[in-house]
Nanobody, 125 residues
Framework: QVQLVESGGGSVQAGGSLRLSCAASGYTATRGCMAWFRQAPGQDREGVGVITRITGGTLYADSVKGRFTISQDNAKNTVYLRMNSLKPEDTGMYYC??????????????????WGQGTQVTVSS
């Protein structure tokens, strides 16, 4: 049973930082990638960033470039999302997702095999 469990969300003021974690269990990825998505109330879910499991290469949405950093600890089977200089528009539910065979990137959400339950991030002005 594959599970992804996010943690680390919370409420911060604009300009603050948070680090989200996504712990994976039930599989050990040797390829594919993991990604972070977010969904604000009344809006579609959007891609935030992705990291490939083998090379550690990353890709970010333009809206978070230079502020957010994805990293991974393969020994812990955990992916992190470090969020700096947070803005009110970063508010939303943040989800991690895993693609086991190839990397769908930020746009092809339906191709991700597993999703976490989400963790809420609220940024106040």
């Amino acid at each position: 049973q594959v599970q992804l469990v996010e943690s680390g969300g919370g409420s911060v003021q604009a300009g603050g930082s948070l680090r989200l974690s996504c712990a994976a269990s039930g599989y050990t990825a040797t390829r594919g990638c993991m990604a972070w998505f977010r969904q604000a109330p009344g809006q579609d879910r959007e891609g935030v960033g992705v990291i490939t499991r083998i090379t550690g290469g990353t890709l970010y949405a333009d809206s978070v470039k230079g502020r957010f950093t994805i990293s991974q600890d393969n020994a812990k089977n955990t992916v992190y999302l470090r969020m700096n200089s947070l803005k009110p528009e970063d508010t939303g539910m943040y989800y991690c997702a895993a693609a086991l065979l190839f990397c769908p990137g930020l746009m092809q959400q339906a191709r991700y095999n597993y999703w976490g339950q989400g963790t809420q991030v609220t940024v106040s002005s």
